[in-house]
């Protein structure tokens, strides 16, 4: 599986960007999917999950309510919606694929496949 992110950008606080990730190779819906963040000098960290089907979704916390995430199996392609931008959700956003299990769902070494990253960049 070959993944593509796109749709970074620079905005400003309170704006909404909206980040996609094409999938190629392998049908995208055998994978749940994910989105990481990584930000410089920090760790990167789960953003959203979502499984196969597109019917369960997974937040980190400081995300819920201003993030969402989707798919569409048909285009073989994952979305974050990204809502009320804050400054310290800029980083580089990474999609991902895999099959964790429910305890590496939010783990880094739960996904086996990864795009290039796209960098967001939120002005205060």
């Known amino acids: 599986v070959q993944l593509q992110a796109s749709g970074g950008g620079l905005v400003q606080a309170g704006d909404s960007l909206r980040l996609s990730c094409a999938a190629s190779g392998r049908t995208s819906s055998s994978y749940k999917m994910a989105w990481f963040r990584q930000a410089p000098g920090k760790e990167r960290e789960f953003v959203a999950g979502?499984?196969?089907?597109?019917?369960?979704?997974l937040y980190t916390d400081s995300v819920k309510g201003r993030f969402t995430i989707s798919r569409d199996n048909s285009k073989n392609t994952l979305y974050l919606q990204m809502n009320s931008l804050k400054p310290d959700d800029a980083a580089v956003y990474y999609c991902?694929?895999?099959?964790?299990?429910?305890?590496?769902?939010?783990?880094?070494?739960?996904?086996?496949?990864w795009g290039q990253g796209t960098l967001v960049t939120v002005s205060s």
């Open positions: 979502i499984t196969g089907s597109g019917s369960n979704t």
């Open positions: 991902a694929a895999g099959n964790p299990i429910t305890s590496t769902a939010r783990r880094i070494y739960g996904y086996n496949y």
